[in-house]
Structures are given as C-alpha cells and as structure tokens.
T-cell receptor, first 113, second 115 residues
Framework: AQSVTQPDIHITVSEGASLELRCNYSYGATPYLFWYVQSPGQGLQLLLKYFSGDTLVQGIKGFEAEFKRSQSSFNLRKPSVHWSDAAEYFCAVGGGSNYKLTFGKGTLLTVNP | GAGVSQSPSNKVTEKGKDVELRCDPISGHTALYWYRQSLGQGLEFLIYFQGNSAPDKSGLPSDRFSAERTGGSVSTLTIQRTQQEDSAVYLC?????????????FGSGTRLTVV
C-alpha cells in the first residue's frame, strides 16, 4: 500500500530564511510525487510534481523539490521564505494507472516577521 | 467553468439529518474525486469517478455515505443520518483522464459541522 509521511507537523521560520519541508513515501513502483499548498479556507493548489527525468523539479512561487529514490524522499525547499508562504503544505504520491493520490497529514508553516 | 466549484461553502446541520454536498468540476475533466479533510488528519480518499466506468467507492467510511455523478459532470456527495464525527472539510477535485500532466484541481471545499 502506498503511504506518505510528513514528519514535521508544524514549522516556524523567519521571513527571508531558507525552508525545507520533509516528505517520505512508500510506493511499490515508480512514484508520481506532488506537493500542494493550502491557504486558510482555500482548496489545495499544486506547487510542483515529479514523474520522471531530472530529479530536481521547479515549481511555482519559487519552490523546488528533489526526488531521492534511495531515501524514498521528496523534500520541498525554498531559499528565502516570504510571509505569504504561511500555509499548510501537503505531499502526495500516486503512480501509473493508480489514479488515487495518497496524501500526507500536512506541515503547517508559520512565518515570523 | 474556470475552476472546481463546490457548494455550499459551509454547512451546519443537526445530528441525524441528511446533507448533500455538490461539486461542479472543470469542463472537460472526466475524472472526479472526493476527499475528506479532518483536523490534523490530512486528506482521506472517499470516492472516484472516471467517465462512464463504475466508481471506486472503496474510501467511503460507512453506508451512510453515497455519491453520484450525473451526466459525467456534476457530482453530489450525500451523508445520511449525520454524526458528529462526520464534521470535516469535504474537498472535491477533478482531472483529465490522465492526471499525471496536471495533477488534480481542487475546489475550495465544503466545511460541514454537525451539532
């Protein structure tokens, strides 16, 4: 069965600091990996995705993520956080003909001025 | 439409009442998904529709939950005899048949509160 673990429930960073949100997955084949962001009262917005090829993927809002097969990880990074990045971030895994994405429990990001 | 539309955005209901939640997917998206988001629990898969195929109902938590999709477009999630543990945000998403290019597009959700 596929699963996603986001080890950090809540992270607080200062504006301008770098950010890394962790995601570990379990999937029996080549995974499709996603990061979504959810602002309060909103639906989920796709930040970036990985299917194949270059293991470092770029997304919207200056985010990037690196797929590391050996570590079953897909960590999200941003070099300099802005106050508007405060939100909840979800990692998800799916693959191939499996249309059902499995989501992690999310990481809540707080940005201090 | 331009995005996935869900209604109502908020619903407060009394325990034991039935509720209907509506989802209007993006035009041309053949796949439609319902997820439930409970506090601190992430997103829980409920049901999946793809074209005219039989839906995957494997995530529905009990027989009080049902969903239908009419004409391959609008979907309604019905919860009968609501319980307090049904309180959550119900998210609908749609995608092209092959979601791998663009992932899912989510609606803003319906926040259900059972009192």
């Amino acid at each position: 069965a596929q699963s996603v673990t986001q080890p950090d429930i809540h992270i607080t960073v200062s504006e301008g600091a770098s950010l890394e949100l962790r995601c570990n997955y379990s999937y029996g084949a080549t995974p499709y990996l996603f990061w979504y962001v959810q602002s309060p009262g909103q639906g989920l917005q796709l930040l970036l995705k990985y299917f194949s090829g270059d293991t470092l993927v770029q997304g919207i809002k200056g985010f990037e993520a690196e797929f590391k097969r050996s570590q079953s990880s897909f960590n999200l990074r941003k070099p300099s956080v802005h106050w508007s990045d405060a939100a909840e971030y979800f990692c998800a895994v799916g693959g191939g003909s499996n249309y059902k994405l499995t989501f992690g429990k999310g990481t809540l990001l707080t940005v201090n001025p | 439409g331009a995005g996935v539309s869900q209604s109502p955005s908020n619903k407060v209901t009394e325990k034991g009442k039935d509720v209907e939640l509506r989802c209007d997917p993006i035009s041309g998206h053949t796949a439609l998904y319902w997820y439930r988001q409970s506090l601190g629990q992430g997103l829980e898969f409920l049901i999946y529709f793809q074209g005219n195929s039989a839906p995957d109902k494997s995530g529905l938590p009990s027989d009080r939950f049902s969903a239908e999709r009419t004409g391959g477009s609008v979907s309604t999630l019905t919860i009968q005899r609501t319980q307090q543990e049904d309180s959550a945000v119900y998210l609908c998403a749609s995608s092209l048949a092959d979601y791998t290019n663009y992932g899912y597009t989510f609606g803003s959700g319906t926040r259900l509160t059972v009192v």
